[in-house]
């Protein structure tokens, strides 16, 4: 491989793009949805004294939904579409090897995304500069903001080379894509809602007058979901693989500060299993303090940001390798119908 003829590949498909005005009147909408997403974060967060880690969060959160809602339509089309164009035969006769074309493209695709990313700049100075962004937490989100957008840039370009058709392989990519953040969710809610356990509730006798009778107890048994079974779903989620890697905030009472530290909570605390007996006893003076605090969940539970990170790294390789193949010259085989030049 040779690093001009890649990078002469990624600017020509760059080139494509940026004649196009849908191109910027995408960004500038994007822009426009940051404005007020951030102005709306600040006013969320006000209340605490770290509103700037709050409005970071969301503006982060956003740049990766953007990304997995658009980068699809930009990559995964970016190998069969110069092949229906009758564009790829002319590129592969020339000294370009596969590799150069296939990295050209994943470039190109990767490129494309961090835009988004360089559009989210100021916005995210702003939110900085309001205070309590942590350096750590900075610098690992963007990290694994990163790592996402080459790893969907890398499945677009991945169907792209295996997919004959444009249209079908946009169609897989967004079905790939689906699968880890709405799928993962969908299978975990529906599995753990049919893996049920009892459990034994202790209650207080409520006398006629509303009142908590503190010298008799009720006892009922309930039937409660096992999320602790199918937690590990939610590992493959790109918004969690990027709420659990980033390290969390709290404030002076244990709680997150941000939505990165409210995601990690809700995954952290499904993996704990229901206790098989709960009490709840209003007749006590104070506060039941037996119950973790979100810090203390948080702590004592695991993560798995790496394990989602390396799922979604086999994926999008073993798509990438795929096509590399797929592009390799010359071919032995085609399917029915591809056109050549």
């Known amino acids: 491989m040779n690093g001009s003829r890649i990078w002469t590949i990624a600017r020509l498909e760059l080139m494509q793009r940026l004649r196009s005005p849908g191109w910027y009147i995408l960004l500038g909408v994007f822009a426009l949805v940051l404005l007020i997403v951030t ?3 600040l006013m969320a967060f006000s209340y605490t004294p770290t509103a700037g880690a709050g409005a970071y969060s969301v503006i982060v959160m956003l740049v990766l939904l953007l990304v997995v809602l658009i980068s699809p339509t930009l990559s995964g089309s970016s190998i069969n579409g110069d092949r229906d164009a009758a564009t790829l035969a002319s590129l592969q006769i020339t000294l370009a090897s596969t590799g150069d074309i296939m990295i050209g493209k994943l470039l190109a695709a990767i490129i494309t995304g961090a835009a988004f990313l360089v559009v989210a700049v100021p916005f995210l100075v702003v939110s900085m500069l309001a205070g309590a962004v942590r350096p750590d937490v900075l610098l690992v989100s963007l990290l694994v903001l990163a790592a996402e957008i080459v790893i ?7 169907w792209s080379g295996l997919v004959v058709r444009p249209l079908f392989s946009v169609a897989n990519t967004y079905l790939v894509v689906a699968a880890l953040c709405v799928g993962t969710l969908l299978i975990f809610g529906l599995a753990g809602s049919v893996i049920r356990t009892d459990v034994e509730v202790r209650d207080r006798v409520w006398d006629s007058q509303g009142g908590p009778d503190c010298d008799s107890w009720q006892t009922q048994t309930v039937q409660l979901p096992r999320f602790d079974y199918v937690w590990g779903f939610l590992a493959a989620n790109p918004f969690v693989v990027l709420a659990d890697a980033t390290p969390t905030t709290y404030s002076a009472y244990g709680s997150p500060n941000d939505m990165f530290g409210g995601i990690k909570l809700s995954v952290r605390s499904a993996q704990l299993p229901p206790q098989t007996l709960n009490t709840y006893d209003p007749c006590l003076e104070g506060p039941d303090g037996g119950h973790p605090t979100p810090k203390e969940i948080i702590g004592s ?14 994926i999008a390789a073993g798509l990438f390798a795929g096509a590399w193949a797929r592009t390799r010259t010359p071919a032995r085989r085609l399917p029915p119908g591809t056109r050549i030049a």
Not at 153 to 158: C, K, Q
Not at 301 to 314: K, R
Request: glycine fraction near 16%; aromatic fraction near 8%.
């Open 39 to 41: 102005v709306l974060a």
């Open 152 to 158: 969907v840039a890398a499945i677009g370009v991945g």
């Open 301 to 314: 539970t695991t993560p798995s940001w790496f394990v989602g990170l390396g799922i979604q790294i086999v």
